[in-house]
């Protein structure tokens, strides 16, 4: 028995195994350096080392959500788009200052 497979998907397997690798490599990059500063962030303390971390989830939910949107026609890409888009909303929410309180 012989299978065939449709042209194009052997190449979309392997450029979305690709990019799961960089994206893996480069959170392991990003954890090592967030560690490694971790003195940096006993002194500037642990809502900035949090806006940090939110910053790189919204710019890494962005490129997915992008990617997702733009393989649309592909199918299937559902899964990553809200993916996405839940990164960059919760990104947001931690990359955004601390609000401002006011003393009596």
Do not use: D, E, K, N
């Amino acid at each position: 028995m012989t299978t065939l497979a449709a042209p194009g998907i052997s190449t979309t397997a392997s450029a979305l195994r690709r990019l799961y690798v960089v994206r893996f490599a480069f959170a392991i990059v990003w954890a090592g350096v967030a560690f490694a500063i971790a003195g940096v962030a006993g002194t500037s303390g642990i809502p900035a080392m949090l806006r940090v971390w939110g910053a790189w989830a919204v710019v890494a939910g962005l490129v997915q959500l992008v990617v997702g949107v733009t393989r649309r026609a592909m199918g299937g890409q559902w899964p990553m788009i809200i993916s996405g888009g839940l990164s960059v909303l919760a990104g947001g929410s931690f990359a955004r200052p601390p609000p401002r309180t006011t003393r009596h």
